[in-house]
């Protein structure tokens, strides 16, 4: 199956700081998404991006489909943004399976 | 609209018992997927129901099962409760029905129930 590799693993800013998130797939893939797992455990979608750019605020990613990356930015980091991020990747034929990454922990500090 | 939810939030058992959660999914929508997330091995596709099929199926063993009904809710079981099982149960849903339209694609996940396993 497909594999999902993420990094930095964990990644500590000072608020304010800008960062970039790496996710690496091993297959062509049909849906990929970012999440934000809040302290609670639930995954909040952050983008859709199989291929492409999008912005939301001060997120933004790109997926380079050909070459089989993904990356996220995090602008002028806040203490809120703190958490763990994951991209998760369905490829052809396996309907709406996410594999997901090992995840980013974030930690940004005040 | 209201987002997936799941029922019960937090639940504690001991081995060899059974257990079902629940997932009621966004309005609409008729794919319902199940996830279980452990510290060990991060977070591993159970299965996916729509149309109250199961269309896929994880590497789980059978003690691992589950349904959706005509409204889409789902339940999952688990029989025979092992202490491996402790874990995070997550249940996303989606708005699409065939493999064609990937825009439909997007899976949106609900707050999880987090089980422990005595």
Redesign the interface.
Known sequence: GIQVEQSPPDLILQEGANSTLRCNFSDSVNNLQWFHQNPWGQLINLFYIPSGTKQNGRLSATTVATERYSLLYISSSQTTDSGVYFCAAVTSGSARQLTFGSGTQLTVLP | KAGVTQTPRYLIKTRGQQVTLSCSPISGHR?V?W?Q?TPGQ????LF?YFSETQ??K?NFPGRFSGRQFSNSRSEMNVSTLELGDSA?Y?C?S?PRGS?RD?NL????????T?LTVL
């Open positions: 794919s997927s996830y997330q991060g977070l591993q596709f996916e269309r896929n994880g995070l997550l996303a989606s493999h990937t694609d997007t899976q949106y996940f609900g707050p999880g987090r």
